[in-house]
Nanobody, 127 residues
Framework: LVQLAESGGGSVQAGAPLRLSCVASRYSVTNRCMGWFRQAPGKEREGVATILNDGTETYVASAKGRFTISKDNAENTLYLQMNSLQVEDTAVYYC?????????????????????WGQGTQVTVSS
């Protein structure tokens, strides 16, 4: 069965970085859409970043320029490097993986397209 193991969350001051990791088991990160989503209290789950099997990256507007999604195929691990964190970034962050290689040539920021999920890791940013 597919398992996604997340780590790297924590509590930081605004402006600090964090790097989230997601180690996949029974799933190859090289072939299919993967992404990071987040959910803050009282808000809908939001797509943060996705990556296509060829490395093409997609970001939510608020993350563009600050966050970088990447993967290490050899380690079968997905990453999210978050720089210049803001209070508004506070949320539970989830690693997600799809069965599909792509959706119309892209990996969308839509949680409905993803089949496997990690347990989530809390990111708290304080001013």
């Amino acid at each position: 069965l597919v398992q996604l193991a997340e780590s790297g969350g924590g509590s930081v001051q605004a402006g600090a970085p964090l790097r989230l990791s997601c180690v996949a088991s029974r799933y190859s990160v090289t072939n299919r859409c993967m992404g990071w989503f987040r959910q803050a209290p009282g808000k809908e789950r939001e797509g943060v970043a996705t990556i296509l099997n060829d490395g093409t990256e997609t970001y939510v507007a608020s993350a563009k320029g600050r966050f970088t999604i990447s993967k290490d195929n050899a380690e079968n691990t997905l990453y999210l490097q978050m720089n210049s964190l803001q209070v508004e970034d506070t949320a539970v962050y989830y690693c997600a993986a799809a069965q599909a290689r792509q959706f119309g040539g892209r990996c969308p920021l839509l949680f409905q397209n993803y089949n496997y999920w990690g347990q989530g890791t809390q990111v708290t940013v304080s001013s």
